[in-house]
């Protein structure tokens, strides 16, 4: 005899009947399919997903992504229709586990796979990288250091932080001084365009082909005349064969976000922080723990997506295959089951480095926190002979150059009277950083 169906009255008034799962009749569901049916109210009260998009979540996203890690570790966003993981362990397992979740490349975002050819992670490539970085970076920064000097108030978000990352990555192309801000415009907006939002998706399509015209000239006379720079590197991959579609998608899968970001978030933290300041400019090496650090406080990137490769049952979830998991890295960084006292920005932790699950080490020397933009720790041992410095550890010692460099051509930096500086993104899901940071330097 089949049971008898239950009716119920959900919040908005709609009649619900809900079958028991052994209904001969109604055999019942999977486990997702049951999820899939949940109603919001009935399975997450203290939040609803449209808070995900808000101008709270947009300006100071931790207070949200704390109620989903303490209450809903595995929460079903309707809105976006995806799934948000928020507690440490979990957040690690997924970006680590390649067998189970990919992370899909900025050009499917763009939904143009086949444009052009990413040679980012190229051996040539990554060690023109690497070479140009280290010989750039501290001339660039006593440079902007020394503009700062002449002046006695500035935003040290716009004239230090941002123009060190686009001038540092215009080097490495060896751009002429002329083409450099016509570059870095169209490079910006190229990387907004990866953004859910259409207009800036549009923008930025419109800027990745004027940066394929841009760079044709380019690309051949580099073909003609090879240097040392980071198109001549693609070249020695590609041969005659590479394109400008091919350097501009190179550029398009590399990150802008974390050397700029947590350049300024770093000092948003150091200069509202003034006693934690004074360690870190005490010596070099707590100058590193000071970004290591940062980009576990307040890292820039503050999510990442990943897609299940096939159907797979996690978190007491079966999850069907290509759902979309945003791996918050604001939630897991400031996980109080790995970090004492999480909220607390703190040079020396304690708890800073540690063993990560599936018993790897960051061998990189990548704090415990999580920065997506620059892909999983390197399995190679931190300062390895035959090849490449990882990015982790190429971003964390440029950062600390320029930040050493900083502090010591401005002894007297602090910030401005009346700056009230704040992190935000300037779209939801977008690099959340310091843009205002008002100092003195006198």
């Not at 209904?23 to 449209?50: A, F, L, M, N």
């Not at 073909?223 to 350097?247: H, Y």
């Not at 089951?337 to 599936?358: A, G, L, S, T």
Request: proline share 6%; charged share 25%.
């Amino acid at each position: 005899m089949a049971a008898t169906p239950e009716e119920t009255t959900g919040r908005n008034g709609v009649v619900i009947t809900k079958r028991p799962l052994r209904d001969k009749d109604h055999p019942g569901y999977r486990t997702y399919e049951v999820y899939q049916r949940e109603r919001v109210g009935e399975s997450t009260e203290k939040i609803k997903p449209i808070q995900l998009t808000s101008e709270d979540y947009r300006v100071n996203p931790y207070p949200l992504v704390e109620i989903l890690r303490e209450n809903y570790p595995c929460y079903r966003d309707w809105l976006a229709n995806s799934y948000w993981i928020t507690q440490y362990n979990d957040v690690t397992s997924i970006f680590a586990d390649e067998a189970n979740f990919e992370t899909r490349p900025k050009a499917w975002l763009y939904g143009m796979t086949d444009f052009g050819r990413n040679l980012r992670d190229e051996r040539p490539v990554l060690a023109a990288e690497e070479r140009l970085i280290d010989a750039n970076a501290a001339d660039i920064a006593e440079a902007l250091a020394a503009a700062l000097s002449d002046r006695s108030e500035a935003n040290l978000a716009t004239s230090f932080a941002a123009p060190f990352a686009t001038t540092l990555l215009c080097r490495q192309l060896d751009l002429p001084a002329d083409q450099q801000d016509a570059f870095t415009a169209l490079y910006w907006r190229m990387q907004r365009g990866t953004s859910w939002q259409p207009g800036l998706q549009q923008d930025g399509l419109q800027a990745l082909h004027e940066l394929v015209l841009f760079f044709e000239p380019i690309l051949s006379d580099r073909k003609a005349r090879p240097g040392d720079d980071l198109v001549s590197a693609m070249i020695e991959v590609g041969g005659d064969a590479t394109s400008a579609a091919d350097v501009v998608m190179t550029l398009l899968e590399g990150d802008h976000e974390t050397l700029h970001g947590a350049l300024a978030n770093l000092w948003f933290l150091l200069l509202t922080h003034p006693e934690e300041y004074a360690k870190a400019r005490s010596e070099k090496r707590l100058m590193k723990l000071a970004y290591l650090e940062t980009l576990r406080h307040s890292t820039p990137v503050i999510t990442a997506q990943r897609f299940t490769r096939h159907e797979v049952e996690r978190f007491g979830r079966l999850l069907p295959e290509g759902a979309r998991l945003l791996c918050s890295a604001a939630a897991a960084n400031r996980d109080p089951r790995i970090f004492e006292d999480p909220d607390r920005f703190i040079v020396d932790r304690r708890d800073m480095c540690q063993r990560e699950p599936r018993g790897h080490y960051r061998a990189d020397g990548l704090a415990t926190g999580i920065a997506f933009g620059l892909g999983k720790p390197s399995k190679h041992p931190a300062v390895p002979e035959d090849r490449p410095r990882s990015r982790y550890a190429i971003t964390r010692d440029t950062a600390v150059t320029a930040s050493i460099i900083l502090s010591e051509c401005l002894p007297d930096l602090k910030l401005a009277p009346d700056a009230k500086p704040q992190l935000s993104s300037l779209t939801v899901g977008e690099m959340h950083t310091c843009w205002q940071l008002e100092i003195t330097t006198q």
